[in-house]
């Protein structure tokens, strides 16, 4: 069926380097993004969303790109804390549905 | 406002006993859903709910599992008899129900079958 995946399991980052977290997404029906963070012993926290009507949006210290024509999600931090250790998720919806479809994650370390 | 409340955090059970996990969703919030989250599976949807109603669940793995929700500020998800292959986070979430902008979740249920 359609899944939601990311490339890289791990990544470990020097404390206030920027950091890029890839997701690759198979639905092409699917038109709202959006990536969770997940502390340790936490639910999963709300960062930042996209619609397919975009391309970049930003946050604070947060950027998200969507590539549509490869179908490609990146999330991008920057000048990474201790805090931003945690597992990342991107999330895909299709317009109509509540229903969110969660990759695999990726585990962010920062190194102090 | 609380957020999601789900209770208990932990539980610990033996193989073959009934386990009740519960959720309040945000108040105002008509849709809730119950997730499961494991190392091999990651985050599943077991089932949803809009206004109270069961809308999908084909996220439910098996009869021992079934979900409720009697009224817009509480459901729960009990499942009988436990296995230990249940042993997972179970996570409950609430959205607005109008318009679609994700999910809050709650801090999960940490479930061990011994």
């Known amino acids: 069926g359609e899944s939601v995946g990311l490339h890289l399991p791990t990544l470990s980052v020097q404390e206030g380097d920027n950091s890029i977290i890839n997701c690759a997404y198979s639905n092409s029906a699917s038109d709202y993004f959006i990536w969770y963070k997940q502390e340790s012993g936490k639910g999963p926290q709300f960062i930042i969303d996209?619609?397919?009507?975009?391309d970049k949006r930003q946050g604070q210290r947060v950027t998200v790109l969507l590539n549509k024509t490869v179908k490609h999600l990146s999330l991008q931090i920057a000048a990474t804390q201790p805090g931003d250790s945690a597992v990342y998720f991107c999330?895909?919806?299709?317009?109509?549905?509540?229903?969110?479809?969660f990759g695999t994650g990726t585990r962010l370390t920062i190194i102090p | 406002d609380a957020g999601v409340i789900q209770s208990p955090r932990h539980e610990v059970t033996e193989m073959g006993q009934e386990v009740t996990l519960r959720c309040k969703p945000i108040?105002?919030?008509?849709?809730l859903f119950w997730y499961r989250q494991t190392m091999m599976r990651g985050l599943e949807l077991l089932i949803y709910?809009?206004?109270?109603?069961?809308?999908?669940d084909s996220g439910m793995p098996e009869d021992r599992f079934s979900a409720k929700m009697p009224n817009a500020s509480f459901s729960t998800l009990k499942i009988q008899p436990s296995e230990p292959r249940d042993s997972a986070v179970y996570f409950c979430a609430s959205t607005p129900g109008q318009g679609f902008y994700g999910y809050t979740f709650g801090s999960g249920t940490r479930l061990t079958v011994v």
């Open positions: 999330a895909e919806n299709v317009f109509g549905n509540e229903k969110l479809t």
């Open positions: 108040s105002g919030h008509n849709s």
């Open positions: 996209i619609r397919s009507n975009m």
């Open positions: 709910f809009n206004n109270n109603v069961p809308i999908d």
